[in-house]
T-cell receptor, first 115, second 109 residues
């Protein structure tokens, strides 16, 4: 079975440019999560969706970050304009909610470098 | 969410059992105990979870203390591929995972 698919795997761009990260969750999963990992802050949640609707975006650092989920099989995380401090590995994860048991399946991440 | 405490690092010899501890003294009655691991340059990977009873799967075993204030992830025969950061996470009503700093497991050949 295909897992969570993220693209691109690596992105290097200059400060001020728009960056779009993409995620395809596992088919049938009703939750989608975006996490960011840095050495300083570890893994932290940015936003998550349930049935394509954003539920909690309190982790989104600022207005430069936005996320959408236009349908059950696709989500994007956009940074505009990008800054060097946005450099991190961004992970997408999906899950199928069952009471008490909700293992999340993670993609391999997008390593973002802002110069 | 209740907090977990794990050792920063542990070492094990290849083909020997590994016991990774986790303390969660403020766990609530509805919190599940989840373990994930993250291999180098990969996303976190689900390992196992449980509520009150010990659990086994093909990857590992989870031993939960009777008072639920601690748990232990058991890898029965460590391999080099098990070298990773292991995260112990409590989940209650929240859908998201709150990661701590985890335990860096080094497996020695």
């Amino acid at each position: 079975d295909a897992g969570v698919i993220q693209s691109p795997r690596h992105e290097v761009t200059e400060m001020g440019q728009e960056v779009t990260l993409r995620c395809k969750p596992i088919s049938g999963h009703d939750y989608l999560f975006w996490y960011r990992q840095t050495m300083m802050r570890g893994l932290e949640l940015l936003i998550y969706f349930n049935n394509n609707v954003p539920i909690d975006d309190s982790g989104m650092p600022e207005d430069r970050f936005s996320a959408k989920m236009p349908n059950a099989s696709f989500s994007t995380l956009k940074i505009q304009p990008s800054e060097p401090r946005d450099s991190a590995v961004y992970f997408c994860a999906s899950s199928f909610w069952r009471a008490g048991s909700q293992p999340q399946h993670f993609g391999d991440g997008t390593r973002l470098s802002i110069l | 969410d209740a907090k977990t405490t794990q050792p920063n690092s542990m070492e094990s010899n290849e083909e020997e059992p590994v016991h990774l501890p986790c303390n969660h003294s403020t766990i609530s009655g509805t919190d599940y105990i989840h373990w994930y691991r993250q291999l180098p340059s990969q996303g976190p990977e689900y390992v196992i979870h449980g509520l009150t009873s010990n659990v086994n799967n093909r990857m590992a075993s989870l031993a939960i203390a009777e008072d639920r204030k601690s748990s232990t992830l058991i890898l029965h025969r460590a391999t080099l591929r098990d070298a990773a950061v292991y995260y112990c996470i409590l989940t209650g009503s929240a859908r998201q995972l709150t990661f701590g700093s985890g335990t860096q497991l080094t497996v020695l050949p």
